[in-house]
């Protein structure tokens, strides 16, 4: 198979890469490199395994230009911080849902049938039963991030319906790991790193999501593809449990050894406007194709936390 991975400099994307690699598919990059890093695939630049287009999904040309040959394509970028689309509005209008139409559009053209998109969560929006769900409705986004993730999977279905497509949506519960770039798990340690003697949290630490670890994130990506074959499939992926954000405080304190430091909340029930505090995914139908995680929340949290102190070096 000869694969387009959008975003695959970036952390979901290189992990993917790794493994649509050491199956023996062919793998063409489209990455503008605003926050993916090279580094993360330049070994299969290198090696040849990779082609890279560095170019930029909200412009049609560059997309169109990397859709040729390609057999399915996994859209994995977009803008992957929720909060700046708060203060730059347009954020993910243009990096989530015109990105999206210039994806299946380059691919109606090219004739691509099969794609892979990485939804979110988010789309769910407040006061969804907990677990959720993929039959939850209506979605009802209440952050600018989340509504261009429910524009982009209205696109998908739409070409799905209209044009033949054949897509697989997965909405990802919080996604954390080795090559993290982001993220409260990140932003602890960095903040520790400043000033190992307090730990500001946004909000009251009491928000409470689940949280899967990456490599169990593109393992059940690739598994549930070869576990489903409808026109549209729509899957869930994260694992069994949930974790606050006051235990990750913790976790991150006793990872970093920064055992002084003095956990101090802004206050609030959210971290930031848009913010859902409390989530969890369904994923009785993730479990129903054969998949299940390594990790559940608190172990990815442990993991990923070793694995960024590492990273960045306290």
């Given at each position: 198979m000869r694969a387009l991975v959008t975003g695959g400099a970036g952390f979901i994307g290189s992990h993917l890469i790794d493994r649509l690699i050491s199956r023996g598919d062919e793998v063409v990059v489209l990455d503008n490199l605003s926050s993916g890093k090279i580094e993360f695939i330049q070994t299969h630049i290198d090696s040849g395994s990779v082609v890279l287009h560095e170019g930029d999904i909200t412009n049609f040309d560059d997309v169109h230009g990397a859709m040729e040959g390609i057999d399915c394509v996994f859209h994995l970028a977009a803008n992957p911080d929720i909060r700046l689309g708060t203060k730059i509005t347009d954020t993910d209008l243009k990096q989530g849902t015109i990105a999206t139409y210039n994806i299946v559009e380059s691919m109606r053209r090219c004739e691509v049938k099969k794609i892979v998109f990485a939804s979110?969560?988010?789309?769910?929006?407040?006061?969804?039963?907990?677990?959720?769900p993929e039959n939850h409705g209506p979605c009802m986004p209440i952050s600018l991030y989340g509504a261009s993730k429910q524009a982009g999977e209205g696109l998908i279905s739409s070409w799905v319906g209209t044009f033949g497509l054949q897509?697989?949506?997965?909405?990802?519960?919080n996604i954390i790991g080795h090559r993290g770039t982001h993220g409260v798990i990140f932003d602890f340690i960095h903040k520790l790193k400043a000033d190992p003697s307090r730990l500001e949290v946004l909000g009251n630490g009491l928000q409470e999501k689940s949280y899967m670890e990456v490599g169990d994130c593109v393992d059940g990506i690739l598994h549930v593809m070869e576990n489903s074959n409808e026109s549209l499939n729509l899957f869930n992926l994260g694992s069994h449990d949930t974790a606050s954000v006051s235990r990750i405080a913790e976790i991150v304190i006793e990872e970093t050894n920064c055992k002084d430091a003095k956990i101090e909340y802004t206050g609030g029930d959210r971290g930031w406007a848009g913010d859902i505090p409390r989530a969890m995914l369904g994923i009785d139908k993730m479990l129903s194709t054969g998949y299940d995680v390594r990790y559940n929340s608190e172990d990815a949290i442990r993991h990923t936390a070793k694995c960024l102190i590492e990273e960045i070096g306290l």
């Open positions: 979110s969560s988010v789309v769910y929006g407040e006061n969804a039963p907990m677990p959720t897509a697989w949506i997965f909405r990802f519960a």
